[in-house]
């Protein structure tokens, strides 16, 4: 088992940047694969970034490519989310996952293990 508690989330203008934290435990954080997803109102979740376990390679999706960075701590058990250069768009609440399989995946059944959800608003 593994628990993630998400944090950072938060109302900010457009054009500014906010810093998501992701904590894990229950588990070796070096064996398992991190993700970023978000849901927007009325949206499907979606696959924003994710990093594997070495943190040697990155994933990210089209929308947030250049803007965002993942990263992770593996000797706090915490992964990051650097978002820079927010767009309205971006708002949704912002999901960590954990996936026991070696390889990154950009869907979301593929992760075993999720965190509650973090806020983010962007305004205009």
């Known amino acids: 088992q593994v628990q993630l508690v998400e944090s950072g989330g938060g109302l900010v203008q457009a054009g500014g940047s906010l810093r998501l934290s992701c904590a894990a435990s229950?588990?070796?954080?070096?064996?398992?694969?991190m993700g970023w997803f978000r849901q927007a109102p009325g949206k499907e979740r979606e696959f924003v970034a994710a990093?594997?376990?070495?943190?040697?390679?990155?994933s990210y999706a089209d929308s947030v490519k250049g803007r965002f960075t993942i990263s992770r701590d593996n000797a706090k058990n915490t992964v990051y989310l650097q978002m820079n250069s927010l767009k309205p768009e971006d708002t949704a609440v912002y999901y960590c996952?954990?996936?026991?399989?070696?390889?990154?995946?950009?869907?979301?059944?593929?992760?075993?293990?999720w965190g509650q959800g973090t806020q983010v608003t962007v305004s205009s």
């Open positions: 229950g588990r070796a954080f070096t064996t398992i694969v």
């Open positions: 996952a954990a996936r026991s399989a070696g390889w990154i995946s950009f869907i979301p059944i593929n992760y075993d293990y």
């Open positions: 990093l594997n376990r070495a943190g040697s390679t990155t």
